[in-house]
């Protein structure tokens, strides 16, 4: 683990438990601190392989006051362990400010690679690979995602974004509006869980597919650019 504070960014799994590394575990077994976004959600983690460490509150409330301690501990010699509650710290999760915090105080940083939901989605999806756009979550609002989506209109590979479940069938209203029925889409749910659900087709299709069901769990969509046919 070394001598010097260091800062350890550590995917954590996205639903399958087995899909935790055996280095993402000793990481967290042998640091000093776990900066984590929900200390209920990450106490279960830890339960599950046996770990003690401490656990230290970071989530967007409180980021920017933690991360200037944080950085200061990680100064004084400490190891900490960022986590998230599910996938990789800062994307699209709490993590940036002490990330960039650290870099600014030329502190050890440390990457411990694991699961992320919208490079599994885009794994699977059929969907061109080769080229790809991440978006995080869309904008509040109809119109301001809309504008988002015109953007990149253009744009010769997958957009990825995430998406709530309460907002899908206004999500599809969105996709249909600006890109059509005809564009090629992918759509994931609860990605390594049980119920995984993966629908992939045109924007009709998929969602005429969750039409008839009531979505549950996180959402990951993958849109094809233009012209592309499975």
């Known amino acids: 683990m070394g001598e010097?504070?260091?800062?350890?960014?550590?995917?954590?799994?996205?639903?399958?438990?087995?899909?935790?590394?055996?280095?993402?575990?000793?990481?967290?077994?042998?640091?000093?601190?776990?900066?984590?976004?929900?200390?209920r959600v990450t106490a279960r983690l830890l339960s599950r392989f046996e770990i003690s460490t401490s656990m230290i509150s970071y989530r967007e409330e409180n980021e920017r006051k933690q991360s200037e301690f944080l950085s200061k501990e990680i100064c004084n010699g400490k190891k900490v362990a960022l986590v998230s509650d599910a996938g990789y710290p800062g994307i699209s999760d709490p993590g940036f400010r002490l990330i960039r915090e650290c870099r600014r105080k030329n502190l050890k940083i440390v990457a411990v690679p694991g699961p992320n939901a919208a490079i599994?989605?885009?794994?699977?999806?059929?969907?061109?690979?080769?080229?790809f756009l991440f978006l995080g979550f869309?904008?509040?609002?109809?119109?301001?995602?809309?504008?988002?989506?015109?953007k990149w209109i253009e744009f010769e590979g997958s957009l990825i974004f995430y998406q709530s479940k309460y907002k899908v069938e206004s999500t599809f209203e969105s996709l249909e509006r600006v890109f059509g029925e005809a564009r090629y889409v992918s759509v994931s749910r609860e990605?390594?869980?049980?119920?995984?659900?993966?629908?992939?087709g045109t924007i009709l299709q998929v969602r005429e597919r969750f039409s008839s069901s009531r979505p549950k769990g996180e959402f990951t969509f993958v849109v094809a650019p233009s012209g592309f046919a499975l």
């Open 120 to 131: 599994t989605a885009l794994s699977v999806s059929g969907l061109p690979t080769h080229n």
């Open 4 to 39: 010097d504070g260091c800062l350890y960014v550590v995917a954590t799994p996205i639903g399958n438990m087995h899909d935790f590394s055996p280095r993402g575990r000793e990481v967290l077994s042998n640091c000093d601190l776990v900066a984590c976004e929900d200390t």
């Open 138 to 150: 869309p904008p509040k609002g109809k119109l301001a995602f809309q504008n988002l989506l015109r």
């Open 191 to 200: 990605l390594t869980k049980m119920h995984e659900n993966i629908e992939v």
